[in-house]
Protein backbone atom coordinates (compact mmCIF):
# COMPACT_ATOMS: atom_id res chain seq x y z
CA UNK A 1 0.00 0.00 0.00
CA UNK A 2 0.91 3.38 -0.70
CA UNK A 3 -0.33 6.65 1.03
CA UNK A 4 -0.02 9.56 -0.73
CA UNK A 5 -1.00 13.28 1.03
CA UNK A 6 -1.41 16.59 -1.33
CA UNK A 7 -0.68 20.10 0.51
CA UNK A 8 -0.08 23.55 -0.68
CA UNK A 9 -3.00 24.36 -2.53
CA UNK A 10 -5.07 27.58 -1.74
CA UNK A 11 -6.44 30.56 -3.24
CA UNK A 12 -4.35 32.77 -5.80
CA UNK A 13 -4.87 35.61 -7.92
CA UNK A 14 -4.97 35.37 -12.16
CA UNK A 15 -0.87 35.47 -13.05
CA UNK A 16 0.58 34.16 -9.36
CA UNK A 17 1.83 30.64 -8.41
CA UNK A 18 1.36 28.03 -6.06
CA UNK A 19 3.79 24.81 -5.40
CA UNK A 20 1.83 21.90 -4.79
CA UNK A 21 3.39 18.77 -2.72
CA UNK A 22 2.60 14.80 -2.34
CA UNK A 23 3.72 13.16 0.15
CA UNK A 24 4.13 9.34 0.10
CA UNK A 25 4.10 6.40 2.36
CA UNK A 26 4.10 2.96 2.68
CA UNK A 27 5.87 0.85 0.34
CA UNK A 28 8.91 1.63 -1.35
CA UNK A 29 7.95 5.17 -2.94
CA UNK A 30 10.93 5.25 -6.02
CA UNK A 31 9.52 2.11 -7.62
CA UNK A 32 6.17 4.33 -8.24
CA UNK A 33 5.71 6.66 -11.60
CA UNK A 34 3.29 9.57 -10.63
CA UNK A 35 0.93 11.72 -11.58
CA UNK A 36 -0.88 14.76 -11.47
CA UNK A 37 -4.45 15.17 -12.11
CA UNK A 38 -7.14 17.74 -11.75
CA UNK A 39 -10.73 17.74 -11.43
CA UNK A 40 -12.92 21.01 -12.02
CA UNK A 41 -16.54 21.50 -10.75
CA UNK A 42 -18.91 19.62 -13.11
CA UNK A 43 -15.71 17.87 -16.01
CA UNK A 44 -13.99 14.78 -15.70
CA UNK A 45 -10.55 14.35 -13.43
CA UNK A 46 -8.21 15.05 -16.36
CA UNK A 47 -4.19 14.71 -16.58
CA UNK A 48 -2.16 17.31 -16.08
CA UNK A 49 1.63 16.39 -15.82
CA UNK A 50 3.71 12.71 -15.23
CA UNK A 51 6.81 11.66 -13.79
CA UNK A 52 8.90 8.50 -14.13
CA UNK A 53 10.36 6.69 -11.01
CA UNK A 54 13.54 7.99 -12.14
CA UNK A 55 12.78 11.26 -12.83
CA UNK A 56 14.23 11.81 -15.97
CA UNK A 57 10.98 11.20 -17.91
CA UNK A 58 8.32 13.64 -17.66
CA UNK A 59 4.87 14.35 -19.83
CA UNK A 60 2.51 17.46 -19.71
CA UNK A 61 -0.60 18.21 -21.16
CA UNK A 62 -0.64 20.99 -23.22
CA UNK A 63 -2.59 23.08 -21.20
CA UNK A 64 -0.17 23.49 -18.77
CA UNK A 65 3.22 23.05 -21.06
CA UNK A 66 5.64 25.80 -19.75
CA UNK A 67 3.80 26.96 -16.80
CA UNK A 68 3.56 23.70 -15.05
CA UNK A 69 7.01 21.96 -13.92
CA UNK A 70 6.90 18.57 -12.09
CA UNK A 71 9.97 17.19 -9.71
CA UNK A 72 10.21 14.65 -7.42
CA UNK A 73 12.46 13.77 -4.23
CA UNK A 74 13.05 10.17 -3.75
CA UNK A 75 15.07 10.56 -0.75
CA UNK A 76 11.90 12.49 0.90
CA UNK A 77 9.52 10.42 -0.76
CA UNK A 78 8.00 13.43 -2.29
CA UNK A 79 6.50 14.71 -6.27
CA UNK A 80 6.15 18.67 -6.50
CA UNK A 81 4.06 20.46 -8.44
CA UNK A 82 5.27 24.08 -9.10
CA UNK A 83 2.41 25.79 -10.72
CA UNK A 84 3.35 29.89 -12.49
CA UNK A 85 1.07 32.21 -14.25
CA UNK A 86 -1.79 30.42 -12.95
CA UNK A 87 -5.52 30.98 -14.86
CA UNK A 88 -8.74 30.66 -13.77
CA UNK A 89 -8.91 27.63 -15.60
CA UNK A 90 -6.19 25.81 -13.19
CA UNK A 91 -9.08 26.24 -10.61
CA UNK A 92 -9.21 22.30 -9.76
CA UNK A 93 -9.11 19.81 -7.49
CA UNK A 94 -5.18 18.78 -7.81
CA UNK A 95 -5.02 14.92 -7.21
CA UNK A 96 -1.95 13.04 -7.48
CA UNK A 97 -1.56 9.33 -8.09
CA UNK A 98 1.09 6.59 -8.20
CA UNK A 99 1.48 3.63 -10.51
CA UNK A 100 3.92 0.66 -9.94
CA UNK A 101 6.11 0.26 -12.32
CA UNK A 102 9.38 -1.47 -12.99
CA UNK A 103 10.61 0.71 -15.80
CA UNK A 104 12.61 3.55 -15.13
CA UNK A 105 11.59 5.77 -17.83
CA UNK A 106 7.52 4.25 -17.51
CA UNK A 107 4.85 7.17 -17.42
CA UNK A 108 1.29 7.24 -18.08
CA UNK A 109 -1.46 10.01 -19.22
CA UNK A 110 -4.31 7.97 -18.45
CA UNK A 111 -5.77 7.55 -15.21
CA UNK A 112 -6.41 3.53 -15.12
CA UNK A 113 -2.72 2.51 -14.67
CA UNK A 114 -2.84 4.38 -11.39
CA UNK A 115 -3.07 2.18 -8.53
CA UNK A 116 -2.91 5.13 -5.88
CA UNK A 117 -4.63 8.05 -5.34
CA UNK A 118 -4.74 11.33 -2.49
CA UNK A 119 -7.61 12.98 -1.45
CA UNK A 120 -6.69 16.22 -3.39
CA UNK A 121 -6.00 19.56 -2.70
CA UNK A 122 -8.40 22.47 -3.93
CA UNK A 123 -6.57 24.98 -6.29
CA UNK A 124 -8.89 28.32 -6.75
CA UNK A 125 -7.45 31.29 -9.30
CA UNK A 126 -9.19 34.45 -9.19
CA UNK A 127 -9.11 36.77 -12.32
Known amino acids: QVQLVETGGGLVQAGGSLRLSCAASGRTYSSYAMGWFRQAPGKEREFVVA????????YYADSVKGRFTISRDNAKNTVYLQMNSLKPEDTAVYYCAAKSTAQAMSISTSRGPYDYWGQGTQVTVSS
Open 51 to 58: ISWSGRST
